[in-house]
């Protein structure tokens, strides 16, 4: 599984920012989607998850309400749409994937496959 991650770039506070993740290497419909950041001096941090299947999403309460994981199946691409964006939400953003994985599974060590980071920096 090849994962690619762009979209990443400066915002405002209360600015949106949508970040895309193509799929490619193997059918999607067994995978779980999952997106993290991590701030410099910080673990890294899960964001939401999305299983490609049902369409079941989970978010980390921290973005929940601000943050969706929309997708376009044709494309086997998945998004976060970051909303109302905060200073906080300042980190690289990664998106991952694992086959037949939970969505409440917050650790990054659950999931076997990883795109580049793509740094979000909002300014206050």
């Known amino acids: 599984v090849q994962l690619q991650a762009s979209g990443g770039g400066l915002v405002q506070a209360g600015g949106s920012l949508r970040l895309s993740c193509a799929v490619s290497g193997r059918t999607v419909s067994s995978l779980t989607m999952g997106w993290f950041r991590q701030a410099p001096g910080k673990e890294r941090e899960f964001v939401a998850a999305?299983?490609?299947?049902?369409?079941?999403?989970y978010y980390a309460d921290s973005v929940k309400g601000r943050f969706t994981v929309p997708r376009d199946n044709a494309k086997n691409t998945v998004f976060l749409q970051m909303n109302s964006l905060k200073p906080d939400d300042t980190a690289v953003y990664y998106c991952a994937a694992v086959t037949y994985g939970s969505i409440s599974n917050t650790v990054a060590s659950a999931y076997d496959y990883w795109g580049q980071g793509t740094q979000v920096t909002v300014s206050s």
């Open positions: 999305n299983r490609w299947t049902g369409g079941a999403t």
